[in-house]
């Protein structure tokens, strides 16, 4: 579920520029730009580039792609930590089968966890942050909003959280002014995510704990970085995170992960979602299932 809509299907577009390959898939509900309009501009990017010039692309989603694309990668970045868990789902059913769940994963809980929230009955979901807080006593959780609540319906929420069991909240109002008043009254710590997809205005704050980075929708990986180089300079954690991407888009994000934030687990846990992949085990392009579009003449797009 995407702010309403069900996805039964991810869809997006590969671009190869000298042999390395970059993704370009906006996400419904949170990108700004449609996927025909970010087909759109990577058709006229590759013209440009064929003809000599240099392509500058404005749609977040497709300046990831061609930035993945072009990116000079280090050659010896660290291995990121393994992604933290995400938990999705009704809650009633989550309760029911949290036995289950937690055997998969092995003698030892996660120590961190997340949770998708504003998609059912407050009721319920507090009550499924209850019971995970009593059968993984040593495991915080990471709670998202995606900026869902009005700032009383924030307030009524974080009013009833146990908050030594929560590592923090990520934007709980679509208003950064809520988000802080809600914070402030209640004393839950914030992550902010979609203020800086979004490229707002934002200033540090004591509760604000970390930022949440999303290169696909926030586009430009030199953007990124200067968010990157703020929140260290404000001593704050950096959770690199996806959009649903493929297995090509999550091994990219893996490696930005391992290069700015080695010691924080990526919000990657994303990928067995889907149940077909776009590279081999080795990391080859599968290009046989691969429709192109645009084809330069010195390399395969």
């Known amino acids: 579920m995407f702010k309403g809509q069900r996805l039964a299907s991810r869809e997006g577009l590969l671009v190869a520029i000298n042999g390395q390959w970059g993704e370009i898939a906006p996400l419904p509900g949170f990108s700004t730009e449609t996927l025909a309009e970010a087909q759109a501009e990577s058709l006229a990017c590759l013209a440009a580039i064929q003809r000599g010039e240099k392509a500058t692309p404005t749609l977040p989603s497709v300046q990831f792609g061609f930035d993945c694309a072009q990116r000079l990668w280090s050659a010896n970045l660290p291995t990121p930590l393994p992604p933290y868990p995400l938990l999705q789902g009704a809650p009633a059913e989550l309760m029911l089968s949290l036995d289950t769940i937690l055997t998969g994963w092995g003698a030892l809980p996660p120590p961190r966890l997340k949770l998708k929230v504003v998609r059912y009955a407050m009721e319920e979901e507090l009550a499924l942050i209850e019971q995970l807080a009593a059968q993984l006593p040593t495991t915080k959780l990471i709670l998202d909003a995606n900026g869902g609540w009005t700032r009383e319906n924030a307030l009524r929420f ?6 030594e069991h929560i590592d923090y909240l990520e ?29 707002e205005e934002w200033y540090g704050h004591p509760q604000i704990k970390a930022l949440v980075i999303k290169p696909t929708l926030i586009g430009s990986l030199n953007a990124c970085e200067a968010l990157v180089k703020r929140a260290r300079a404000d001593n704050l954690r ?12 999550l091994g990219q994000l893996a490696r930005l992960a391992g290069e700015w934030a080695p010691n924080e687990p990526p919000g990657l846990d994303t990928g067995h979602w889907l149940t077909e992949r776009v590279t081999t085990a080795g990391g080859e392009m599968m290009i046989e299932n691969v429709h192109c579009l645009f084809k330069m003449e010195k390399s395969a797009c």
């Open 171 to 199: 934007e709980p109002c679509a208003a950064f002014a809520d988000t802080i008043a809600v914070a402030e009254a209640t004393g839950v710590s914030i992550a902010l995510d979609e203020t800086l997809s979004r490229r």
């Open 238 to 249: 950096v959770v690199i995170s996806s959009s649903f991407e493929s297995d090509l888009g």
């Open 158 to 163: 974080c009013e009833c959280l146990p908050l």
